[in-house]
């Protein structure tokens, strides 16, 4: 018989920041026998994005868990088929964002898919028969890139699809194509019923089994959340939630300071979370940032992506990476590579006791991504400048 943490109507706010830390898998020991693959099926999500600096979201997500992973065996944990049936990790949707998912949660993405089909407008146009065209290609040669069926872009404009584009994403959206590998950064597009295995290639779940599911998974994913929390996770509507919640098998609990309800997955009530934090640069697109307000609410740590505001507008730089130490926020960094050397841009550092945190998230990221040096150029606070170069200097002596 399990014992509740405390009474599931209470958790001071520092329970529910453990309690989500551990639910990301960034408080305790790491799964480093499930991998990569443990990562995924723990989140249940994780977000796909184009900007590459020390290396792209999907990589820095696991890496962010587990440490100094071999950046090719990620690629391999998320698009290197399983045993000698072929039978895919993993397919790309949208789930928060353009995401990697399960491949064992395709059946749960029906209602999505069946939305995207009765959508009434699209921003591109689809230009007659090459929808059916797109299909046939891929039906008679086997899985291609939107380059081999056609062409991806009619311009150099990242905006201006080609028809060709338009089709198999459209197609994607719709569940009849998938993608479940990448080469080069390329989607490689396959017929969804070549690609899912037999048993999960089904949209027999109604709307509401399909949401009831996503917002378990969301509130695994979380520990515990809020309504908004747990909808953004999977960006479903306020609404959806609402309708499921009750019988999604989460638990209502009150946390201190939050002021609003939540529920909680009562695995997470079961024990106290404890274990060794993780000290780690994370993505800007990690998981356990997504929801802006929530970081705010638990962490106390205001969290921008300012890579797509004008230069001169950014207060701390592009591809802004929180730094995480002692299951708390205490800095941020702007990262680039020149050549072997790590290039913090720009640095923020809550206070002179993050230092040493912050040194260590960099000089661990540089020797992943097989720098050998660091060079700071701003720190945000001058004066924590030459303590932070001395704590570098030192761990990478």
Same mark, same amino acid.
């Given at each position: ?19 989500? #830390? ?8 790491? =799964?480093? *026998? ?11 999500? &994780?977000?796909? $994005? ?24 990620? %690629? ?10 072929? *039978? ?14 399960? &491949? %064992? ?26 929808? $059916? ?29 080609? @028809? ?11 569940? %009849?194509? &998938?993608?479940?590998?990448? !080469? ?14 037999? =048993? ?6 109604? =709307? ?13 994913? #979380? ?41 909680? $997955?009562?695995?997470? #009530? ?15 697109? =990690? ?16 969290? !921008? ?20 130490? @002692? ?11 020149? @050549? *072997? ?6 640095? @923020? ?5 993050? &230092?040493?945190?912050?040194? !260590? ?24 400048? %030459? ?11």
């Amino acid at each position: 018989m399990t014992t509740l943490l405390r009474p599931a109507a209470a958790l001071s706010a520092d329970d529910a920041r453990r309690i989500a #830390l551990r639910a990301q898998g960034l408080l305790g020991a790491p =799964d480093r *026998r499930s991998g990569v693959r443990g990562v995924l099926r723990h989140l249940g999500a &994780v977000q796909l $994005d184009t900007i590459s600096v020390l290396a792209r979201s999907h990589e820095l997500v696991p890496y962010a868990r587990l440490g100094a992973v071999g950046r090719g065996s990620v %690629e391999s944990a998320y698009w290197k088929p399983d045993g000698p049936d072929g *039978r895919p990790r993993a397919f790309e949707y949208w789930s928060h964002a353009a995401c990697l998912l399960p &491949v %064992e949660e395709w059946p749960h993405f029906a209602f999505r898919r069946r939305a995207y089909r009765a959508r009434p407008h699209w921003n591109h146009q689809l230009p007659d028969g090459v929808y $059916d065209q797109v299909v046939k290609q891929l039906r008679t040669e086997g899985p291609l890139t939107a380059t081999e069926l056609g062409g991806a872009k009619k311009t150099s404009d990242w905006w201006d699809w080609s @028809g060709t584009k338009v089709a198999v994403e459209r197609a994607l959206m719709y569940g %009849e194509v &998938v993608c479940v590998e990448r !080469r080069g950064w390329k989607r490689v597009y396959d017929l969804a019923e070549r690609a899912i295995p037999d =048993d999960l290639l089904h949209d027999d779940l109604d =709307d509401t089994e399909c949401v009831r599911r996503l917002v378990r998974l969301a509130g695994e994913a #979380l520990g515990v959340g809020t309504r908004a929390d747990i909808a953004d996770y999977h960006r479903l509507r306020g609404e959806q939630v609402d309708a499921v919640i009750a019988d999604s098998g989460l638990v209502p609990v009150e946390v201190a300071g939050w002021g609003r309800p939540a529920w909680a $997955d009562p695995a997470a #009530l079961t024990a106290p979370p404890r274990g060794r934090h993780r000290t780690t640069l994370l993505s800007p697109f =990690d998981s356990l940032v997504w929801e802006r307000a929530r970081t705010e609410r638990i962490f106390g740590f205001t969290h !921008r992506l300012e890579a797509y505001v004008p230069k001169p507008k950014r207060v701390h730089g592009y591809f802004v990476m929180p730094v995480l130490s @002692g299951g708390r926020l205490v800095g941020r960094v702007d990262p680039a590579r020149e @050549g *072997r050397t790590l290039v913090a841009r720009q640095v @923020g550092v809550e206070n002179a006791k993050a &230092v040493p945190a912050v040194a !260590r998230a960099l000089t661990e990221a540089a020797t992943w991504v097989d720098c050998s040096d660091v060079r700071v150029e701003r720190v945000d606070s001058p004066e924590l400048r %030459e303590p932070l170069i001395r704590e570098l200097a030192a761990l990478l002596d």
